[in-house]
T-cell receptor
Framework: KNEVEQSPQNLTAQEGEFITINCSYSVGISALHWLQQHPGGGIVSLFMLSSGKKKHGRLIATINIQEKHSSLHITASHPRDSAVYICAGLNSGGSNYKLTFGKGTLLTVNP | NAGVMQNPRHLVRRRGQEARLRCSPMKGHSHVYWYRQLPEEGLKFMVYLQKENIIDESGMPKERFSAEFPKEGPSILRIQQVVRGDSAAYFC???????????FGAGTRLSVL
């Protein structure tokens, strides 16, 4: 059974701090989505990566295939970054369209 | 280029009624996925469809739930005889042929009274 574990579950930071959210996944996952969901809101796809590192503005995502671990970093955090961040693994093999979701990390950035 | 469009955003139904949730994929996308997010729980896969075909419905409850993606028009997730436990956010995502990068809609929040 494919699994995705996120940590921490909750994270509170002061504006300007550097944020890291971690995601570990099991064998059978070939790539990872990082998603953002504002309370009561829709889901925005931030990154999909299967190797290396991607950067978009203040967001950086990295993945280590050998260790089966990915991190999402936010530099110079801002209150508008407050949201739930979800890591989702893309299955490898026959059902390679299916996403397995982590439980999410609730980030609160205080001004 | 409009994103994935879901409607309605909020839907209120009484127990026993039918709920119909619509999803228009991004232009050029022929793959649609439905996910359910129960209160205080993570997202769960329900069904994967291509035009006129259900590819994988392994996440769909066995009764009362059905999905379609016709040749013309949006994908529809239909829930018959709704119960309180069906109250959740239902998200649709789409992807183009050749990649499984999924783009999500804003979701439909179903409340069953």
């Amino acid at each position: 059974k494919n699994e995705v574990e996120q940590s921490p579950q909750n994270l509170t930071a002061q504006e300007g701090e550097f944020i890291t959210i971690n995601c570990s996944y099991s064998v059978g996952i070939s790539a990872l989505h990082w998603l953002q969901q504002h309370p009561g809101g829709g889901i925005v796809s931030l990154f999909m990566l299967s190797s290396g590192k991607k950067k978009h503005g203040r967001l950086i995502a990295t993945i280590n295939i050998q260790e089966k671990h990915s991190s999402l970093h936010i530099t110079a955090s801002h209150p508008r970054d407050s949201a739930v961040y979800i890591c989702a693994g893309l299955n490898s093999g026959g059902s390679n369209y299916k996403l397995t979701f982590g439980k999410g990390t609730l980030l609160t950035v205080n001004p | 280029n409009a994103g994935v469009m879901q409607n309605p955003r909020h839907l209120v139904r009484r127990r026993g009624q039918e709920a119909r949730l619509r999803c228009s994929p991004m232009k050029g996308h022929s793959h649609v996925y439905w996910y359910r997010q129960l209160p205080e729980e993570g997202l769960k896969f329900m069904v994967y469809l291509q035009k006129e075909n259900i590819i994988d419905e392994s996440g769909m409850p066995k009764e009362r739930f059905s999905a379609e993606f016709p040749k013309e028009g949006p994908s529809i997730l239909r829930i018959q005889q709704v119960v309180r436990g069906d109250s959740a956010a239902y998200f649709c995502a789409s992807s183009p042929t050749g990649t499984y990068i999924q783009y999500f809609g804003a979701g439909t929040r179903l409340s069953v009274l």
